[in-house]
């Protein structure tokens, strides 16, 4: 599950293997953004031919929660802006069917 509270490396784990630049989840019910700003990881592996250092750099991503219920989470692909609203429930329930 992947919660507001998870670490950037779990993050990243999964944005990679899904080869995705933002990630919508709705599995913890809450509602949050989690930028992870770009940088790199370096890595030192030993095999036979002795140590071998690798660098791979990391574009910026982003893992939105979307919220349950009441809350919600509007996106726009064309400005990449996130909002996160709330419903009134009290207004809506107003304005339901023909009268």
Known sequence: MIIAESSPLLLLDRLTRLDVNRLFTARSGKQF???LTGG???SNVMDLRGKQ???HIVPKRCVVGIGSGSHYTLYSPGSDHIEFVE???ESSERGV???
Do not use: T, Y
Request: zero cysteines; charged letters at 20%.
């Open 33 to 35: 953004k989690i930028e």
């Open 53 to 55: 250092q690798q660098q």
């Open 97 to 99: 069917g023909f009268g």
């Open 87 to 89: 419903l009134n429930i």
């Open 40 to 42: 790199g990881i370096d």
